[in-house]
């Protein structure tokens, strides 16, 4: 999820306070050495972009029209020395007109997003003026040759472009790392840098090392009795039994295991009961299955497991609910993709004592990274992606393992599986803002347009006749 900051006047302890989290973050990312190097650029585009607002105010006041060519060379005539002897006054006029600065921080797939974005476009003569500093950077090897050859008394020194783009040079990037996307309602400039590609290789090859240690599913034996006790009876109930594995993800998994054995492609729950005789059922539940593992479970085993059953019944509602309409078997796919997506988050909550001997093991061939390739994969991000290997493991097909992990990506996720990912991202979003977890901020803009929702208060709103609708199924269960 991203990470965001806003501020309207950017005070310099607001700049402090900016540039302490993007360190940080680097420092999660496993990139901290790009911190020297980062903090020039960073502060370089904090103070365009507020110059960007300032300048906005300033021709407002001055009753001059930004876009047309005429009044800009007016204005900028003494656009410099007016709000340099005037700054608070005109920091006050951004402030009430509701122009930010904000910096986001986020990752995506092997990437690593840093943008600094404001409320405002750009003009087709700020536009122009990037596009010629970003064309011209071939010419420069060094900074001096900047300081000695750049001069751009117009709006600053003009400076600040070029020497980002000979900072990203020098840690092996290019200007294509330096995007710069102006919108009606926002400019946004963006650095793009890989994630530490040690760090995530190891990641990756350790999650398909501790999904392959062992061929089990783990079943909590509270659930698994429930369902066998239902078996047990000369007359086997099964709208009860159907409630109580739906409600579980491993028993859930553990059906379907067995129903893709009949069909490679069923990924529909109710399909896979029909699919699975009285007797079939009572083998796959019971002692004797060597594919499960039986685990009593703890506090946080529960959490997870009431997580997933939380975003399950969310998604299948915010289905019935979305304005999407291209879903085939929504409400079975969305259901499924609810109670699965956590997948990841089980298996290492429920890892024996042995798979996490042999991971610790694995870990210790990387010399300088080995203890944070272990402690991302056993506490960071990385029970997303183990969710994708289990996925794979028990052969779901492949747009169903992506749309599993992709709902805090949107922006890598392909059109066609777009509105499925959309709903799951917005039920996960739900249950993690109840924990506590994330902020509304962070939920993400389109898919919060498509479902009406264009405050907060609407969004609590919505938790909360989910959350009681929940309470009234389980109650009358």
């Not at 006054?89 to 997003?113: C, F, M, N, R, V």
């Not at 347009?449 to 907060?456: D, G, R």
Request: charged letters at 25%.
């Amino acid at each position: 999820m991203p990470l965001e900051m806003t501020s309207y006047t950017l005070p310099r302890n607001m700049e402090a306070y900016i540039r302490g989290v993007m360190e940080m973050f680097l420092e999660e990312c496993h990139q901290e050495h790009l911190k020297e190097y980062l903090n020039f650029c960073i502060g370089e585009l904090l103070t365009n972009s507020k110059k960007a607002n300032t300048k906005r105010v300033y021709f407002k006041e001055k009753n001059l029209d930004i876009d047309d060519p005429e009044d800009y060379e007016k204005g900028m005539e003494h656009f410099k020395e007016d709000t340099l002897t005037n700054i608070d006054h005109y920091l006050e006029l951004q402030k009430k007109a509701g122009l930010y600065i904000k910096l986001s921080l986020k990752i995506l797939a092997d990437k690593i997003y840093i943008e600094i974005s404001n409320n405002v476009k750009l003009t087709v003569f700020e536009r122009e003026r990037i596009q010629q500093k970003l064309d011209s950077v071939q010419q420069y090897g060094e900074m001096d040759e900047v300081l000695t050859k750049v001069l751009d008394q117009t709006e600053g020194a003009g400076l600040g472009i070029i020497i980002i783009i000979l900072m990203l040079q020098k840690v092996g990037l290019s200007k294509e790392n330096y995007q710069v996307l102006s919108t009606d309602e926002e400019t946004i400039t963006r650095i793009i840098m890989p994630c530490n590609r040690t760090v995530f290789a190891g990641v990756e090859m350790m999650s398909y090392e501790f999904v392959n240690f062992k061929d089990t599913i783990p079943i909590r034996k509270d659930n698994c009795n429930k369902v066998y006790d239902l078996l047990k009876k000369p007359s086997v109930n099964r709208c009860a039994l159907y409630e109580i594995i739906r409600s579980d993800p491993t028993l859930t998994l553990l059906l379907l295991k067995y129903a893709r054995e009949k069909d490679s492609t069923c990924f529909n729950f109710t399909k896979a009961m029909s699919m699975l005789t009285d007797n079939d059922l009572k083998y796959i539940f019971s002692d004797s299955n060597p594919n499960c593992e039986f685990i009593d479970p703890t506090e946080k085993m529960k959490d997870i497991w009431e997580h997933s059953r939380r975003v399950a019944f969310y998604a299948y509602n915010l289905f019935k609910n979305s304005p999407y309409t291209d879903i085939t078997d929504g409400e079975e796919v969305l259901y499924l993709l609810g109670l699965l997506n956590s997948l990841g988050a089980i298996f290492l909550a429920t890892a024996s004592h042995e798979q996490l001997e042999y991971i610790t093991e694995l870990s210790r061939q990387y010399d300088d990274y080995g203890d944070n390739i272990l402690d991302m994969f056993r506490y960071g991000n990385a029970a997303t992606f183990l969710t994708m290997v289990v996925a794979k493991r028990f052969g779901f097909e492949r747009d169903t393992c992506n749309k599993l992990v992709s709902w805090n990506g949107l922006a890598l996720v392909p059109d066609f599986s777009i509105s499925e990912v959309s709903i799951l991202h917005l039920a996960e979003s739900l249950q993690y803002y109840d924990e506590g977890m994330i902020d509304y901020y962070q939920i993400d803009k389109n898919v919060r347009k498509a479902f009406n929702l264009s405050n907060e208060s609407q969004f609590k709103a919505l938790l909360a006749n989910l959350k009681n609708g929940l309470e009234t199924l389980s109650t009358s269960a």
